[in-house]
């Protein structure tokens, strides 16, 4: 049995989270942390790591930055992996992770569905054999969420960008612009409304043809499921830094 932790426990997230757990008999969670004490769960919940008896084998965190790099100072101090699904970092913070990798190991991405790390394997594939086309994100998202693009559109616009050398740059905003399309950009938009859970479409457009991948997630549950798959991974693994290309490549 794997002993779980899950920071923002009783977030949207934290919560499917507990409830991938009592579906999978091969966790338990043992506590959570969280700015608050609130919910009805069957587990101790803190709000300060440092009144935290129990003894995790890992940790689950979908929070925001912040409370993740407190929890991280946590997993340090007792040498325990962590899962990160957060997402919202800015480039220093994700160095400052995976300075923290060399310590202990660390799981991280944007999106924990094993399905959107075969998409961004197949759109970097797509980007072999259309170099030259334009080529455009579109992520769609509930009206809760607080980051734009989200990081799995910036997931998929790597992978397609080292595919290509690093050739292209990314737009964000044609608003302001009055000129035509560079052909080095990839274009990632962002739409927010409604509960979407979250939906992802990659267009590569040519002068007499459009191939557009699409990934759509049906339910937040997927990426709680995903969490527990990278946790069953990360607890035997040595400190690093890892995500869901070293599942995808077992």
């Not at 220093?92 to 959107?116: G, T």
């Amino acid at each position: 049995m794997i002993k779980v932790l899950i920071n923002g426990c009783n977030g949207k997230m934290g919560q499917e989270v507990v409830n991938a757990v009592l579906r999978n008999d091969k966790f338990e969670t043992v506590c959570g942390v969280d700015r608050l004490d609130t919910g009805d769960n069957n587990f101790p919940v803190y709000t300060d790591t440092n009144l935290i008896k129990e003894t995790p084998d890992v940790i689950i965190d979908f929070s925001i930055p912040v409370a993740t790099f407190k929890i991280l100072d946590y997993a340090i101090s007792k040498k325990i992996p962590v899962v990160i699904a957060t997402t919202g970092f800015t480039d220093e913070e994700l160095v400052k992770i995976k300075e923290y990798s060399k310590q202990i190991p660390i799981f991280r991405s944007a999106n924990m569905s094993f399905e959107i790390s075969l998409m961004s394997h197949i759109v970097s594939e797509i980007a072999k054999y259309l170099p030259k086309s334009d080529i455009e994100i579109i992520e769609t998202h509930h009206n809760r969420k607080v980051d734009a693009p989200s990081g799995t559109a910036l997931v998929l616009a790597d992978k397609i960008n080292e595919t290509l050398n690093n050739e292209k740059y990314y737009e964000f905003n044609r608003h302001d612009k009055r000129e035509k399309r560079n052909p080095k950009e990839i274009g990632i938009h962002s739409i927010r409304g409604g509960n979407v859970v979250g939906e992802h479409t990659v267009s590569f457009f040519t002068e007499t043809e459009c191939f557009q991948v699409t990934h759509t997630a049906q339910s937040r549950g997927v990426f709680a499921d995903g969490s527990l798959r990278a946790a069953e991974y990360l607890v035997v693994q040595d400190p690093g830094f890892y995500n869901m290309n070293n599942i995808f490549s077992k």
